[in-house]
Every structure is written in structure tokens, then in C-alpha cells.
């Protein structure tokens, strides 16, 4: 149903922040908007997951901050990945599309425990 929210599965946040900030640098609040925008409103980041994930992130040495002028001409923090986050981003999501390939294979069994197509 669109606009339905649905919870994040656990590291699920670092992969779209990793994305996003892969794109262009951005600061913490256009990454929550530019979620939101692409997924039709289903991902919503709250500031209080965000922002630790983005500290997280910048710890593990994956994205790194600079302090720049929002759209509004107020200071803020803007988030761009490192080498090292390409290569975490690119890890991450050869991993969620295996792992959602496999879960797309279970689900399509049927009850009689052959595929939906057979």
C-alpha cells in the first residue's frame, strides 16, 4: 500500500544513508527527506536513528563531514562517502540482493512446496 511505513531491518539504515551520500554530499536532514522522497514515503528516518547511524558511519571511516550552507543559508554538517564507504556500499548491496533474492525464492514456493509457477 503506498505511504504505508514499514520498519527497517537492523543495518539497513547505513546502507541507504550509504547510498544517498553516494549520490551527492548532503546534510543529515535532506538525507531523511531524500529517503523518504524515493521510497514514496514508505522509509521514514527518524532524527534519532539518523543521526547516530551518520556518527556510526563517520566513525567506521565510510562517510566523512564538512561543514558547509544549507539551501536556507544555515550552517550545516554535509555527509560525503570515502573510498572506504565505496567499498562498504558496494559490499552492502551485493549482500541485500542476494538476501532478497533468496527471501523472493521462499516466498514464492507454493503450498504444495513447489514454485508459485509450477
Given at each position: ?46 532524527q534519532g536513528s539518523l543521526y547516530p ?20 543559508n544555515r550552517r550545516a554538517k554535509y555527509y560525503e ?38
Amino acid at each position: 500500500m503506498p505511504g504505508e511505513r514499514i520498519d527497517l531491518p537492523q543495518g539497513t539504515l547505513d546502507l541507504l544513508i550509504l547510498k544517498t551520500v553516494a549520490i551527492e554530499p548532503q546534510h543529515g536532514w535532506a538525507i531523511s527527506e531524500r529517503i523518504q522522497q524515493i521510497s514514496s514515503s514508505v522509509l521514514q528516518v527518524q532524527q534519532g536513528s539518523l543521526y547516530p547511524a551518520l556518527h556510526r558511519l563517520e566513525r567506521r571511516g565510510w562517510i566523512k563531514a564538512r561543514w558547509g550552507a544549507s539551501d536556507n543559508n544555515r550552517r550545516a554538517k554535509y555527509y560525503e562517502l570515502t573510498r572506504a564507504g565505496r567499498t562498504q556500499l558496494e559490499a552492502e548491496s551485493h549482500n541485500w540482493r542476494k538476501l532478497a533474492t533468496a527471501v523472493e525464492q521462499v516466498l514464492g514456493i507454493g503450498v504444495d512446496g513447489l514454485g508459485a509457477d509450477s
